[in-house]
Nanobody, 119 residues
Framework: QVQLVESGGGVVRPGGSLRLSCDAS????????MDWYRQAPGNQRELIAS???????NYADSVKGRFTIARDDVKNTMTLQMNSLKPEDTAVYYC?????????????WGQGTQVTVSS
């Protein structure tokens, strides 16, 4: 069974930086897209960054130029470097991956990690 575990959340002041990590384990043959989503209180979960198996990246306009997504297919990990953080970045951040087990393709989510940007 594939598991995704996020780490690296916390409290940071505006203008600060955080680095989130997502470790994937269990029954992985190939990971296709890996993404970061976030959900602020009262809001829908939104896609903020994605990276394909070929390394192509996409970002939401709200984080473009401040956040950087990366993946390591040897370690099956994904990171999100977040710089110049703003109060509106406060949310629970979720790791998502589309994983092929060798026999089937399924979507998996991490448990989420809280990021709070506050002075």
């Amino acid at each position: 069974q594939v598991q995704l575990v996020e780490s690296g959340g916390g409290v940071v002041r505006p203008g600060g930086s955080l680095r989130l990590s997502c470790d994937a384990s269990g029954g992985i043959f190939l990971i296709h897209f890996m993404d970061w989503y976030r959900q602020a209180p009262g809001n829908q979960r939104e896609l903020i960054a994605s990276v394909s198996s070929r390394g192509y990246t996409n970002y939401a306009d709200s984080v473009k130029g401040r956040f950087t997504i990366a993946r390591d297919d040897v370690k099956n990990t994904m990171t999100l470097q977040m710089n110049s953080l703003k109060p509106e970045d406060t949310a629970v951040y979720y790791c998502h991956a589309s994983v092929h087990s060798g026999t089937s393709l399924s979507d998996y989510w991490g448990q989420g990690t809280q990021v709070t940007v506050s002075s």
